[in-house]
């Protein structure tokens, strides 16, 4: 389902809605909320002022009436489970300090400072596509100054629990309970943002084109191709994405040859550039009357859609290889063929790209152009070169064609990443959309990567 | 690449286009809409009727299956598309056939799933796009006189029967007219003719990205309907101050301007007579023959283009001529060098983006 207005993921891959979530409403902020606002939740001071003189309940955080509780307060919270509350609430405090300190806190109240004085400037609309990308980065940085706040402030709240209940004589129970709560929507909160900061890549934010190419072996591997590109379309809509396939060149028989979608929302590129590379099923072929075990790949691409003016690389003439699809024959008045097609090739590289979707070719040479620009960008940031020139060609095609994934389905059910070995046998799921799993598990092994790489190099 | 997207108009972006130069936003946008409002192009009619996704997905899955009989029958008999290309238009008429604006987009159309019930705003009758599809398969009838437009460069220009509609190939003569400003600047605020405008194509491209404030573009042709059809256009992309059309059969209306065009370009009829007959069926059964035949061996207004730029460009100016390909170029290069001796310099042959020699160029003396 394609979603007008701001894409925004609404339950990205790494949360898991409690049952008292609240709903980000659209438009709303980048980063979800740390901890759930629950109307009904009573500020913990003040529960602990009034559980200490015993009023009647008025609690709406427990749905069991207060004094059922109470009957058990000494048998659910044993000072053992105190002691080990305690030691949580040390480890998430130390936790909430750590991440404070990795995020730049005062790096990062300094930039607020800086972009509030940039926008309040006078001359600041002058330039609308700047302007605008100030105003992102704005919000992006108080919705991250005042998550960071409130992790802070929600490991206060667990910590004056403890505090309090030291000093108390007896153990409120549903104190306790509060406190744990607390803990653990604060740790879910601080995976979810750590998540968040695996995707600081500087194409992370972005939205993304993605091609499917259907490897050789005709109509199976069309028919893989195909179920691949489904696979992603409903990936793309259960994040809300505004998803377009924006070209699919039909197969003989059945699937697809190839297929281009578009998906825009942010940090679509973050999460699903993991997915570049050979995707192979194994299978028994629904095209062959034997039915016999069969292997077919397809090829999947990720590139950036990045903005226009942003794609400021200058790329010479001579670097370029732009064929044409030909009609045919005379050409001419002769010939009246809606192919368009542009192709080019970035000769020192061996980069190439097509493309097809639009409707005249000058307009599909100036998206192929942009294509291929934004691959080289990303190439050379991922072989950390500091222009295209660099670019080493021979690495982009072993890299860019590696089999990342098997997805098996017969004789058992199995798909697995080759690069991060996680796994799972409910292969409906996974080709129904649910590749979360997938995508988190290869943001952490990326992340690890290029934590490792960094200590090698230090 | 989002301003990729821009350059191909919506109605809206077309509108909020026009806006910007208020005196033409008031002609064009706000007038009432003319009589000829049915034959506008498909995608800039209004959505006015009503269907629901199920019905959208039985006219495609008929016009799909429709297209995939097909296979390379059209391309074996007379080098016709094959199903391939027949899916990317019908996919396209799907684009240009649906009000996206209630969140219905072409692939829940081609990915058929749930929601069948839900309703969806045309910009045709569903029984129309029946009658439509059949018309492209079974009459061969061209798609871009099917969907009323054709896209080149970056416009969007209307297009129907009895006017040409314009090729990819001859996008280029834009560019070569851009090029030839480049390097004679005093070009770009000259008077200009396309002669044979048909859709206006050339002029439009012309004016838009070659010429300058005091450049100006005439824009000839003979037949009513391509006037009416280039008139429209123009008018749609608000340069009615910068082309001016006049009726007539190449130079003959522009009498009073001759010795002083700084440039001159044309896609004339240059299909030999003979090859008239063989011709892929969309253009030979569809496209209108005055814009095609070129007399017996093609060239009967390549060579009254060529004697009417000796007489009607200034000294400077400069002239491009699509032709029919190498042996067109050729003939047309000799001749030049023989009939007309010192009147015209650096003329050259210019390759289309298939490698055939396609434009024959130069300047005058």
């Known amino acids: ?458 | 690449m989002q301003l990729v997207h821009n350059l191909r108009f919506t109605p809206f972006t077309f509108c909020r286009r026009l806006s910007a130069t208020p005196s033409l936003a008031a002609r064009c946008c706000s007038s009432p809409p003319s009589p000829t409002i049915a034959a506008k192009p498909l995608f800039l009619r209004p959505p006015h009727h009503p269907s629901t996704l199920s019905d959208l997905r039985q006219w495609y899955s008929w016009a799909y299956l429709l297209s995939t009989s097909v296979g390379s029958s059209f391309l074996l008999s007379d080098g016709g598309p094959d199903s391939s290309l027949l899916l990317r238009e019908l996919r396209w008429l799907l684009e240009d056939v649906l009000d996206t604006s209630s969140g219905i987009h072409p692939h829940l159309v081609t990915h058929p799933d749930d929601d069948s019930h839900r309703k969806v705003w045309l910009r045709a009758e569903i029984g129309d796009l029946y009658r439509l599809w059949r018309q492209r398969i079974e009459e061969r009838k061209p798609f871009q006189y099917v969907v009323g437009c054709e896209h080149w460069r970056d416009l969007v220009l209307w297009v129907r029967e009895g006017v040409l509609i314009p090729r990819p190939e001859t996008e280029m003569i834009v560019d070569l007219a851009r090029d030839a400003v480049g390097k004679n600047p005093f070009l770009r605020d000259g008077l200009w003719a396309d002669l044979g405008t048909g859709s206006g194509a050339i002029a439009i491209g012309v004016s838009r990205l070659v010429l300058g404030d005091g450049g100006k573009v005439f824009a000839t042709d003979l037949s009513p309907v391509a006037l009416e059809v280039a008139s429209y256009n123009v008018c749609r992309y608000g340069l009615e101050d910068a082309i001016e059309l006049r009726k007539g059969s190449w130079f003959e209306p522009l009498r009073d301007v001759q010795g002083k065009l700084a440039g001159v370009v044309s896609n004339p009829p240059y299909i030999p007579t003979d090859d008239m007959l063989g011709l892929q069926a969309e253009v030979g059964r569809h496209e209108p023959g005055l814009a095609l035949d070129g007399g017996v061996d093609g060239t009967d207004d390549l060579l009254h283009l060529c004697h009417g730029a000796s007489s009607f460009l200034q000294p400077g100016g400069f002239f491009a001529f699509e032709t029919n390909g190498e042996k067109h170029c050729q003939f047309l290069m000799e001749y030049l060098a023989r009939e007309f001796k010192g009147s015209f310099r650096s003329v050259d042959v210019v390759s289309d983006f298939s490698g055939i020699p396609r434009f024959v160029i130069g300047f005058r003396c």
């Open chain 1, 1 to 458: 389902m394609e979603v007008t207005g701001v894409a925004r993921p609404s339950c990205c891959l790494y949360l898991s809605p409690g049952p008292h979530r609240p709903r980000l409403g659209r438009g709303s902020v980048l980063l979800p909320l740390a901890v759930p606002v629950n109307p009904s939740y009573d500020p913990p001071l003040a529960r602990i002022s009034s559980s200490s003189r015993r009023p009647p309940s008025t609690s709406a955080v427990h749905s069991v009436p207060d004094n059922q509780l109470r009957g058990s307060d000494s048998a659910e919270w044993a000072m053992q489970d105190f002691y080990s509350l305690r030691r949580e609430v040390e480890v998430i405090s130390g936790r909430v300090e750590e991440i404070r300190v990795a995020a730049g806190l005062q790096q990062l109240e300094k930039e607020l400072m800086d972009l509030e004085a940039k926008a309040s400037d006078t001359a600041f609309w002058d330039n609308r596509a700047q302007a605008q990308q100030t105003l992102s980065s704005l919000t992006d940085a108080k919705d991250k100054l005042r998550l960071l706040n409130e992790f802070k402030a929600q490991a206060e709240e667990a910590e004056t629990v403890v505090a309090l209940t030291e000093e108390m004589e007896s153990i409120d129970a549903s104190l306790l309970q509060e406190a744990s709560g607390i803990i653990k929507d604060l740790n879910k909160a601080l995976d979810r943002f750590e998540l968040t900061e695996l995707l600081s890549g500087p194409y992370d934010k972005e939205s993304a084109v993605i091609t499917i190419s259907a490897g050789a072996g005709g109509t199976d591997a069309q028919d893989w191709a195909d179920i691949l590109l489904r696979m992603y379309v409903r990936w793309g809509e259960k994040q809300r994405y505004k998803v377009r396939v924006v070209e699919k060149s039909a197969g003989e028989e059945a699937g697809i040859k190839s297929a281009t979608l578009e998906m825009e929302g942010r940090y679509a590129y973050g999460y699903i550039s993991g997915e570049k590379g050979t995707h192979r099923i194994v299978r028994q072929s629904p095209f062959n009357a034997k039915g016999l075990r069969q292997t077919s790949f397809s090829g999947v691409e990720v590139m950036p859609l990045l903005p226009e003016d942003s794609l400021d690389v200058e790329i010479p003439e001579e670097d370029l290889d732009i064929s044409f699809s030909r009609a045919g024959g005379k050409g001419g008045q002769n010939v009246n063929k809606v192919e368009t097609a542009v192709r080019i090739t970035h000769i020192p590289t061996g980069v190439t790209v097509r493309c097809t979707e639009e409707r005249s070719q000058l307009q599909n040479k100036i998206k192929a152009l942009s294509r291929l620009k934004a691959k080289l960008l990303v190439i050379a940031e991922e072989q950390r070169a500091s222009e295209i020139k660099q670019i080493r060609g021979d690495a982009v095609k072993a890299e860019w064609g590696q089999q990342i994934r098997n997805y098996v389905f017969h004789p058992y059910k199995l798909v697995k990443d080759v690069r991060t070995g996680h796994e799972t046998s409910d292969i409906n799921s996974v080709m129904d959309g649910e590749l979360e799993p997938f995508i988190k598990a290869y943001l952490k092994y990326k992340y690890s990567a290029v934590m490792s790489g960094n200590n090698d190099l230090s």
